[in-house]
């Protein structure tokens, strides 16, 4: 009897959640542009070439820092890293007393389970960076796993951010209701073509780079989408440097067992 009412009960949770599905699978077809209109004008990633592309690809310290350059005063003020300590930065070849100034300069919540008050104090090299306190709408993702959790890892992100433009002409006469509502942004790399985040980086010279490199919207926002993914993908250089070793081990390995082989079984065909 116990058995068939978890499998009565087991029945009507699936069915809950398949109707659920359904009614929120056709609320969203109902939400937005008409899909027509998202897969006729929705774009690829553009190609972004990086230091990292390749099997003997790295990364660039210069250009992650001018990333994380970026990401501090533009986007750190909406967008969280929390996946990444202070202490990472060392990686991008920043010393212990700068990593020190950078987490300094960060306001860490802390509680207090004695008092039970939430106190801000200086961020230290140990703490991961904080989350962002958001006054908009919703809340903008947490970047430090961006690159790995959208289809075209840097390059869509760098895409994202140059790609924001004009609705085309065609798009409006082909779809007459598809104008981009108010306080949205049309970009043809965000998948339904409209997003809430106006363009972050809208002009030239938004940072001043301390190696001198020209700041242009272009150059910003390969250096960003550089940075990004290396908070998702940190050991992407040890793990090039490791696997072709491995490699070259299992080939050798390879061909000891093909000699071995032919060396023990090569009398025993015959028989």
């Known amino acids: 009897m116990i058995r068939i009412f978890s499998i009565l009960a087991g029945l009507a949770f699936t069915f809950v959640l398949a109707v659920s599905f359904v009614f929120e699978a056709i609320g969203t077809a109902h939400e937005g542009l008409p899909k027509s209109a998202e897969r006729d004008f929705h774009e690829h990633p553009k190609a972004l070439k990086l230091s990292t592309d390749g099997p003997f690809g790295h990364f660039e ?5 001018r990333g994380f350059q970026v990401y501090k005063e533009v986007c750190a003020a909406c ?20 990593v020190k100034a950078i ?46 959790a959208r289809h075209g890892g840097p390059a869509y992100i760098y895409s994202l951010l140059t790609g924001y433009a004009e609705q085309p002409a065609e798009l409006l006469k082909k779809f007459p209701d598809a104008k981009t ?33 020209k700041a242009t919207v272009d150059q910003m ?10 908070t998702a993908e940190p050991k992407l250089d040890k793990r090039k440097q490791t696997g072709w070793p491995v490699l070259g081990f299992l080939l050798f390995a390879a061909v000891l067992a093909y000699m071995a082989y032919r060396n023990i079984w090569a009398d025993k065909k015959g028989h």
Request: hydrophobic share 35%; no cysteine; net charge negative.
């Open 61 to 65: 310290r210069q250009q992650l820092q």
């Open 181 to 213: 509502p108010e306080g949205l942004f049309y970009n043809p790399y965000f998948a339904n073509l409209n997003l809430s985040m106006p363009p972050p980086l809208a002009a030239d010279d938004q940072v001043t780079y301390a190696d001198g490199t």
């Open 221 to 230: 926002s390969q250096d960003v989408s550089a940075f990004l993914q290396w």
């Open 79 to 98: 967008h969280s890293l929390r996946q990444v300590a202070f202490r990472d930065l060392t990686a991008l070849g920043y010393r212990a007393n700068e």
């Open 103 to 148: 987490a300094k300069s960060y306001q860490i919540p802390v509680y207090n389970n004695a008092t039970g008050e939430l106190k801000n104090r200086d961020g230290l090299a140990t703490d991961h960076f904080p989350p962002v306190v958001y006054a908009g709408q919703g809340t903008p993702p947490d970047l430090s796993l961006v690159t790995k």
